[in-house]
């Protein structure tokens, strides 16, 4: 018997054992899981000695695996389109994104953040358990080489990952990638399936509420910047939250399914809500209007004094010690000046598992649905102490506290804002000839512009048209022209012209880099 026939009776016994655990009468979610890993192992050792004996691909019983005919380059039958939730951006498009990209670059830099890179993909074991009941939205890999993977879901894990395999015990970073969600698109909201996140984040022990204010205040330094309208960053505390589900009698293991409940309300109206908790969470009508209760609550230090007084929270310690993070954290941010932009929200509850302490959303103000560019939230965070021990060979813990700003929805929004065209270029200089036979002349001059330093562009015609020229700088926004004519430069000069006003003057060529600079902003 060859190594395929051993391979292939192995992967009809594996099949056999996976069909058997699904149709017993309590399936072992766990067990499955673990034996349809075998199976997916299994066949791909047989594709890849298949692949290197040039054999057509052997399905588990025997038969030949039918082979997808591939389109032939230029088919007319291939329907052209963009992946479901994905999108291609044009030049205009990209320039605005570039340019939000570098605004809060700056403020993340301004606060002496550092960056990193990770994989697209990581081990799917690294993904999974982490983010609660969005974990169903993961983008899974089919085995690739004997591994397991899958398309990371945010930046925060694969940070905590890097934090705890690399033995880091206190880093201020960013990170702006892709991230994938199998989620259900809602493009003019800014909602992708792949889409860049920005995350600033702080590790380290420290005292408490100091990085989780500096967090606050980037936040807030940058959706001003950006210009987008008028926001408020919600901040709650997870301490609390579990504090308040215990006195309203929330059996514990239904915490973090009540958390999810609760986060819908930015979304969702609260009669829906309470149905979901009652009719799908299990919960008592009694123990879900006592949330009710709590969840309309917001302000801001008057708030917390306010449930520090609650006669059933004051039994309960963690709802204490949030209180008590709160304060702290209010007072922080009145001195960092961001305390009109911040609202206590007892309704936020942020639905991923691995937060331990305060949390954070950005929200725009004045959003409805009939606001075609409403987005809702734009920055989202929150602290997560216990994650990256999950990831150090040791256990050790390292405190973590960030946010993400949702640059998709920002790019959503100011697309939609825009009322001019957007330049798509950063060009400074068109050199441009008046006369036939000066495309040489062009050459020598472009090469020692950018010697200098300078953006500069030519025509690639030998002889083109001045008109068409200056209407090239005019449609792409460059705001200055070299003008080559043989007069001119027999005199060793050439004209520049400033493209807006049309004004001209002569400047001598063994100084034209200097007299260019002298004119481009700083």
């Not at 052997?58 to 039958?77: F, M, S, Y």
């Not at 009694?286 to 520090?308: C, F, H, K, Q």
């Not at 936020?348 to 331990?356: E, K, P, V």
């Not at 997560?384 to 040791?394: A, I, R, W």
Request: glycine content about 8%.
């Amino acid at each position: 018997m060859t190594e395929k026939d051993t391979l292939t009776d192995a992967i009809t016994a594996q099949g056999d054992a996976v069909r058997k655990l699904k149709s017993a009468a309590k399936p072992d979610k766990a067990k499955i899981n673990e034996e349809v890993q075998k199976l997916l192992a299994l066949k791909e050792k047989l594709k890849q000695l298949q692949l290197a004996d040039g054999s057509e691909p052997v399905a588990a019983g025997g038969a030949k695996t039918p082979v997808t005919p591939v389109a032939e380059p230029g088919n007319r039958n291939l329907s052209l389109k963009t992946a479901k939730g994905t999108r291609d951006y044009g030049p205009e498009a990209m320039a605005l994104r570039q340019r939000v990209l570098d605004q809060v670059v700056r403020v993340f830099r301004k606060h002496g953040a550092e960056t990193i890179d990770t994989p697209v993909f990581e081990l799917k074991e690294v993904l999974t358990g982490k983010y609660g009941e969005d974990s169903k939205l993961i983008y899974d890999l089919k085995d690739q080489g004997g591994e397991i993977l899958a398309l990371r879901y945010d930046l925060t894990v694969p940070f905590a990952r890097y934090v705890g395999m690399g033995n880091v015990f206190n880093i201020k970073r960013y990170h702006i990638a892709k991230v994938y969600r199998r989620d259900n698109p809602q493009i003019t909201r800014g909602r992708y399936r792949e889409f860049y996140q920005c995350d600033f984040d702080i590790a380290g022990t420290y005292d408490p509420m100091l990085p989780d204010a500096e967090c606050v205040k980037v936040v807030a330094e940058i959706l001003t910047e950006l210009e987008v309208g008028d926001f408020v960053v919600k901040l709650n505390h997870r301490k609390l939250l579990d504090g308040m589900f215990e006195a309203c009698g929330v059996p514990a293991d239904k915490f973090r399914t009540a958390c999810s409940s609760v986060d819908k309300l930015d979304k969702t109206p609260w009669e829906e809500v309470r149905r979901e908790m009652i009719d799908e969470k299990g919960l008592s009508d009694e123990t879900v209007d006592r949330i009710g209760e709590y969840v309309t609550l917001n302000g801001g230090s008057e708030l917390v004094e306010r449930l520090a007084k609650d006669e059933q929270l004051s039994r309960i310690k963690s709802a204490m010690e949030g209180l008590e993070d709160m304060r702290l954290l209010l007072q922080y941010c009145d001195i960092l000046q961001v305390a009109d932009r911040i609202s206590f929200d007892l309704s936020l509850a942020r639905g991923l598992d691995y937060y331990t302490g305060v949390i954070y959303e950005a929200v725009l103000k004045g959003a409805d649905d009939g606001d075609e560019i409403t987005v809702g939230s734009v920055a989202g965070g929150g602290r997560y102490d216990n994650l990256v021990g999950m990831f150090n060979p040791k256990r050790k813990q390292v405190p973590c506290v960030g946010v993400s700003i949702g640059v998709e929805r920002i790019f959503s929004i100011l697309e939609a804002k825009a009322t001019s065209k957007t330049r798509t270029n950063e060009t400074e200089v068109y050199v441009v000839s008046a006369h036939k036979g000066l495309h040489l002349k062009r050459l020598e001059i472009l090469n020692k512009l950018w010697s200098a330093g300078i953006k500069a562009e030519h025509s690639y015609k030998l002889n083109p048209k001045l008109l068409v020229q200056l209407q090239h700088c005019e449609e792409y926004q460059i705001p200055y022209a070299i003008v080559l004519g043989d007069g001119e430069l027999a005199r060793g000069v050439v004209k520049l012209r400033e493209i807006v006003s049309r004004k001209e003057e002569e400047v001598p060529l063994d100084a034209l880099a200097e007299e260019i600079r002298k004119r481009l902003p700083a």
